[in-house]
């Protein structure tokens, strides 16, 4: 089995590829995983159909031709897409149905798996308490007590709070782009130590069914290993 793995930016990658190998291990499964970061989570574009700019480096933006290109290079192989970002101010309900619509379309013959993360990756990595406590010991078990997982509340800010108490407010008003090398720095710290059945955040939950329905589900026959192609983005 191959899982093709299509993450908003590299801290997600971080998470999500330590927690799916984790899961296909957990269901005695085999199977190779390349997970491919992109540079945000961005929009669907107006014409699925359009050439994307050479420009574009988002996921949403890529998606439609992505899914084209996996389903002409893995049609009839055992195969698994996987597109997983976080939702931020959008109704995730209605996010995925539109995400799954782009790849039923697109990949009709390729299993497909959508995975997003409740505002933000962050809601995953609060999702494990446990994990939090092993890789930042001087934390403040407040703030981390008082969050309400998988809420809309700023979940990057809280997660630097929680784990960076001295420096937070400092580390907050620098905000974006040099808070995105905190944040992988804090997802890569966390991840080592993360389990995928230790994490009560209900979006990964969702996620993780969703991974185990797919690889449970029986994939195409597959073709020789010789005459499959990777593809690089």
């Keep these: 089995?191959?899982?093709?793995?299509?993450?908003?930016?590299?801290?997600?990658?971080?998470?999500?590829?330590?927690?799916?190998?984790?899961?296909?291990?957990?269901?005695?499964?085999?199977?190779?995983?390349?997970?491919?970061?992109?540079?945000?989570?961005?929009s669907l574009p107006k014409d699925l159909m359009s050439r994307p700019s050479k420009f574009t480096g988002s996921l949403l933006d890529?998606?439609?031709?992505?899914?084209r290109a996996y389903n002409n290079v893995y049609k009839g192989t055992d195969m698994i897409l996987v597109a997983v970002m976080d939702s931020d101010q959008n109704d995730p309900n209605l996010l995925r149905q539109e995400m799954y619509a782009v790849m039923h379309k697109f990949a009709p013959d390729i299993?497909?798996?959508?995975?997003?993360?409740?505002?933000?990756i962050e809601a995953w990595l609060l999702g494990d308490r446990d994990a939090v406590r092993r890789a930042y010991p001087g934390l403040d078990e407040r703030v981390l007590f008082n969050y309400?997982?998988?809420?809309?509340c700023g979940t990057w800010e809280t997660l630097c709070r929680v784990i960076?108490?001295?420096?937070?407010?400092?580390?907050?008003?620098?905000?974006?782009?040099?808070?995105?090398?905190?944040?992988?720095k804090?997802?890569?710290?966390i991840a080592k130590y993360m389990h995928a059945d230790n994490n009560v955040?209900?979006?990964?939950?969702?996620?993780?069914?969703?991974?185990?329905?797919?690889?449970r589900r029986p994939g195409p026959i597959?073709?020789?290993?010789?005459?499959?192609?990777?593809i690089t983005f």
């Design 62 to 67: 890529l998606l439609p031709a992505k899914c």
């Design 164 to 184: 960076e108490p001295d420096n937070a407010d400092e580390l907050i008003d620098i905000g974006y782009p040099a808070i995105g090398h905190y944040k992988s």
């Design 148 to 152: 309400e997982q998988d809420s809309i």
């Design 1 to 42: 089995m191959h899982i093709e793995i299509l993450s908003e930016d590299k801290s997600g990658a971080y998470v999500v590829e330590r927690l799916t190998r984790e899961i296909i291990t957990g269901l005695r499964a085999e199977a190779d995983i390349a997970v491919r970061p992109h540079r945000g989570c961005g």
């Design 222 to 230: 597959a073709r020789p290993a010789a005459s499959v192609r990777r």
């Design 201 to 215: 955040s209900p979006s990964f939950i969702n996620y993780r069914n969703s991974i185990e329905t797919a690889v």
């Design 111 to 120: 299993r497909s798996v959508v995975g997003l993360c409740t505002e933000e």
């Design 186 to 189: 804090w997802a890569l710290t």
